[in-house]
């Protein structure tokens, strides 16, 4: 797996090019690559620019000093479910009859590895200052008991965990709409028992029934509307309480998932990517190995080139190229302070929210006056902080607990953290702290932005030579006292935990991201707004795409969706013959 590739932090003033696209993340770079794979483009007629020195967006595995695996800053797994991500890694069956025989689509060859989740006898829940293992809530439930916490739930929440209250809620308001128990109730399962509950309802099911999901509880201020109307926890609170509310956010490991987004684009998301028998898997060469390999297929090309640490600035219609090249593209290379021009027919914004709205919002696209939908909709997204911290620790210290892999859940700031593994040469390992969504952002943000940073240590295979290297990303010294803090309330006296040696600290918040993901807001219409943002404006050759603006919000697939539907939709191009024609890509 290659991931030196070529980044072009030249400028080539006056470049002229039929397609522009702006973003070197998985949706920009599958769109190149998919132009040029299909001979739509030759390589020289689509550019890709980015104002970062490296590929991927919101993807960075990073290998840290004493440690021959790959850590993850950005995204780090995928659903064996997604399928153009999964067949991009993996291949795609030479037959049916012989689905083991997988034929490649990208030159790169990646590793699909399981993506473990850990043992729930051993994993920790820390809630209210008390301590379960994972499995405790079931443990219980099997001896025909409930569980007490210290949450004041209803008599008809007590007992359960947080994936079954979230189950029973989705099943509550879904069956209390009469045409949805109608016509998908037989997918809509309640199991033998007050706590079982199962979906089998596909994307399309979901796609058909969110726009028309209705709320249906007579004493309820929200009663008869429109569910995708409704925020997350207004709903949550109205079925199980606001304790209720506070058991899910806090046992749920993510208070994301439970901001005040969009009820109907949580039901789906809640019961898919989160509940028990999901198959996560990642690459053992780094997940961000998936943009290097998108990226090197179009690379492979003649007259291809990615245009790295060059900044969009503006476009305009307005120039003296006008009757060759529709627009007019003005770049600030970082390496020099030098403004360029490059002219494009077609422009692909291949960019999260706040990447838009750091572009020049009085250009003719832009301007509020002009297009006041544009504006509406690229805000109909709420923009989730996202703080990531890698620690090694020069021994596997939670193996003592018999855990090996998977999350720990807790209610304290830091929220979760991931065993991520061990070097099996120097036992080297290392841990994921992974915190600051939504409210325990300003936490976490008072300590990481202090000057005085942690001090890097000699450990095994790591020399300070080498760790010095990565003094500019070690979190600050603040921060990891409190979040050593915060892993030993975790995890109690039982084990003694060793301070680290080396860390690695990112703040999705910062410019040009804006967030780590991101979730619809209430009361948009989801179905009208994800075509609008693949062509906002009907006589422009301007299209957004990416993960911002799918209905898989958080996922790589939900950026290579977009992209691909914009691709089929607004350049002709044929759905791929290693994509399944049943895949059901979303509006």
């Known amino acids: 797996m290659n991931k030196n590739t070529p980044l072009n932090t030249a400028m080539h003033p006056d470049l002229k090019t039929e397609v522009a696209i702006i973003g070197a993340g998985t949706s920009g770079l599958y769109t190149a690559y998919r132009l040029v794979a299909d001979k739509k483009y030759?390589?020289?007629?689509?550019?890709?620019?980015d104002m970062n020195s490296k590929l991927g967006g919101r993807l960075e595995s990073v290998i840290m000093p004493g440690m021959n695996f790959w850590g993850e800053l950005g995204g780090m797994r995928y659903l064996t479910s997604q399928e153009i991500v999964t067949t991009l890694i993996e291949g795609y069956p030479l037959t049916e009859k012989d689905p083991n025989k997988r034929i490649p689509v990208l030159k790169d060859k990646m590793t699909p590895v399981p993506f473990p989740m850990g043992d729930p006898t051993k994993l920790i829940m820390y809630l209210r200052k008390e301590r379960f293992k994972q499995d405790a809530w079931t443990v219980v439930q099997g001896e025909g008991k409930k569980l007490p916490t210290r949450y004041y739930l209803n008599d008809d929440n007590f007992g359960f965990s947080s994936d079954q209250l979230f189950n029973k809620i989705i099943y509550d308001v879904l069956m209390a709409d009469?045409?949805?128990?109608?016509?998908?109730?037989?997918?809509?399962?309640?199991?033998?028992?007050?706590?079982?509950?199962?979906?089998?309802?596909?994307?399309?099911?979901?796609?058909?029934?969110?726009?028309?999901?209705?709320?249906?509880?007579?004493?309820?201020?929200?009663?008869?509307?429109?569910?995708?109307?409704?925020?997350?926890?207004?709903?949550?609170?109205?079925?199980?309480?606001?304790?209720?509310?506070?058991?899910?956010?806090?046992?749920g490991g993510y208070y994301s998932n439970t901001i005040n987004w969009n009820s109907a684009e949580a039901f789906p998301y809640m019961v898919g990517d989160f509940s028990a028998g999901t198959i996560y898997k990642t690459i053992e060469e780094g997940y961000d190995s998936i943009a290097y390999a998108v990226a090197n297929s179009y690379m492979d090309n003649q007259g291809a080139c990615i245009w790295s640490e060059n900044k969009l600035l503006t476009f305009t219609k307005d120039h003296s190229s006008k009757d060759t090249y529709k627009y007019e593209?003005?770049?600030?290379?970082?390496?020099?302070?030098?403004?360029?021009?490059?002219?494009?027919?077609?422009?692909?914004l291949a960019m999260p929210r706040k990447s838009l709205e750091l572009l020049d919002q009085n250009n003719f696209f832009f301007d509020i006056n002009e297009n006041s939908v544009l504006n509406n909709n690229i805000r109909s997204v709420i923009m989730e902080p996202?703080?990531?911290?890698?620690?090694?620790?020069?021994?596997?210290?939670?193996?003592?607990?018999?855990?090996?892999?998977?999350?720990?859940?807790?209610?304290?700031?830091?929220?979760?953290?991931?065993?991520?593994?061990t070097d099996p040469?120097?036992?080297?390992?290392?841990?994921?702290?992974?915190?600051?969504?939504?409210?325990?952002?300003?936490?976490?943000?008072?300590?990481?932005?202090?000057?005085?940073?942690?001090?890097?240590?000699?450990?095994?295979?790591?020399?300070?030579?080498?760790?010095?290297?990565?003094?500019?990303?070690?979190?600050?010294?603040?921060?990891?006292?409190?979040?050593?803090?915060?892993?030993?309330?975790?995890?109690?006296?039982?084990?003694?935990?060793?301070?680290?040696?080396?860390?690695?600290?990112?703040?999705?918040?910062?410019?040009?991201?804006?967030?780590?993901y991101h979730a619809w807001k209430a009361g948009y219409s989801v179905?009208?707004?994800?075509?609008?943002?693949?062509?906002?404006?009907?006589?422009?050759q301007i299209h957004i795409c990416g993960e911002a603006y799918s209905d898989q919000q958080g996922w790589v697939e939900g950026a290579f969706c977009e992209a691909e539907k914009m691709l089929q939709e607004y350049f002709g191009l044929d759905r791929p013959i290693w994509l399944s024609p049943d895949y059901y890509l979303g509006w």
Not at 42 to 49: E, G, H, L, M, S
Not at 387 to 410: A, N, Q, R, V
């Open 178 to 251: 009469s045409w949805v128990a109608s016509t998908y109730g037989s997918k809509i399962i309640k199991g033998s028992t007050i706590y079982d509950y199962s979906f089998e309802l596909t994307s399309r099911d979901w796609d058909d029934i969110k726009p028309k999901l209705v709320y249906n509880f007579p004493n309820s201020p929200y009663n008869k509307r429109k569910v995708n109307d409704i925020g997350f926890w207004n709903l949550i609170k109205d079925q199980v309480s606001q304790e209720g509310y506070e058991f899910l956010a806090n046992a």
């Open 527 to 540: 179905k009208n707004v994800m075509p609008y943002m693949r062509k906002p404006v009907a006589d422009e």
């Open 42 to 49: 030759t390589a020289d007629q689509v550019q890709i620019f």
């Open 425 to 516: 040469e120097t036992k080297n390992s290392m841990l994921l702290g992974s915190y600051g969504d939504m409210e325990t952002e300003t936490f976490w943000k008072a300590l990481s932005d202090d000057k005085v940073l942690f001090e890097v240590k000699a450990a095994k295979s790591a020399s300070l030579k080498e760790l010095h290297q990565l003094n500019d990303v070690q979190a600050t010294k603040m921060m990891v006292g409190e979040v050593m803090n915060q892993l030993r309330e975790l995890h109690g006296n039982d084990v003694t935990i060793p301070e680290p040696y080396v860390t690695y600290f990112k703040d999705w918040t910062d410019e040009p991201f804006g967030a780590g």
């Open 329 to 348: 593209l003005t770049f600030l290379n970082l390496k020099t302070n030098t403004e360029w021009k490059v002219y494009a027919n077609t422009l692909v």
């Open 386 to 421: 996202a703080f990531k911290i890698l620690m090694g620790f020069e021994y596997p210290w939670w193996k003592e607990l018999g855990i090996d892999s998977g999350h720990s859940i807790t209610d304290l700031p830091m929220r979760q953290c991931y065993y991520f593994g």
